[in-house]
């Protein structure tokens, strides 16, 4: 609540705060729980705390954080400017989990890339990846730390892509991801899973990735 106070404006860069005793009377919880609140917001540079003077709303750089998630194929396929694609791991023969096996008809066997996408050295999106063994050997090994995971797929002269699925959910991290993006298990998270059919109706790829719910983003042109 007090984050949002900041984002949106009312609670002004400069300006001071309410006291903790305040505070406590207004939400109807301890000064502890308070006081607790505040040190987040101290360290994540939100506000500076001065003895004897109170607590101050703190200026920040404008940075840009946001990672805007594309509801367009072709946007999909773009990468995120300034972005680095880390490959955590690479597993051979892997399993599709069951619950997406209605999408399109399963492979025999997939290839499952964990993968972490940062941009200043900050982590935005854990996803995990996973690509039809058939159409693995047309698609080069340095594509993994390169291209968006459709791209990975669209880029595949050999194959015709007939549908391609987008879903968002809003949720909580485990302990992993929560640890990949260095945020705490309370953070809500974006959940996009992504999936791609091609014209034989196997399903050649399906990502869930899991973004920062700090910096994510949709737009939606109405």
């Not at 290839?111 to 999106?125: E, I, P, V, W």
């Not at 791209?151 to 990949?180: C, K, N, S, Y």
């Not at 050649?204 to 994510?216: H, I, K, N, P, S």
Request: aromatic residues 6%.
């Amino acid at each position: 609540m007090f984050r949002r106070r900041i984002d949106t404006g009312e609670w002004k860069t400069g300006q001071q705060i309410p006291t903790v005793e305040e505070l406590a009377r207004e939400c109807g919880v301890a000064t502890m729980t308070i006081r607790q609140a505040l040190n987040i917001l101290e360290q994540e540079g939100l506000i500076e705390r001065f003895r004897a003077k109170g607590t101050f709303v703190k200026e920040r750089p404008k940075q840009d954080l946001w990672c805007q998630v594309q509801t367009d194929f072709s946007g999909l396929l773009i990468g995120r400017d300034g972005a680095e694609i880390e490959v955590l791991s690479i597993e051979p023969g892997a399993s599709l989990p069951m619950r997406h096996s209605d999408i399109g008809r399963c492979a025999e066997s997939y290839r499952h890339l964990r993968r972490r996408h940062t941009r200043d050295g900050k982590a935005f999106l854990l996803a995990d990846v996973f690509i039809s063994e058939r159409i693995l050997p047309l698609i080069p090994e340095a594509d993994f730390s390169r291209k968006t995971a459709l791209r990975l797929v669209a880029d595949v002269a050999q194959l015709t892509i007939a549908q391609a699925h987008q879903t968002l959910t809003i949720g909580m991290p485990d302990m992993v991801v929560a640890e990949m993006l260095n945020i705490s298990l309370t953070d809500p998270i974006a959940r996009v899973e992504r999936s791609a059919v091609d014209e034989t109706g196997e399903l050649v790829l399906f990502a869930d990735g899991f973004y920062r719910g700090d910096q994510v983003r949709i737009d939606f042109k109405l």
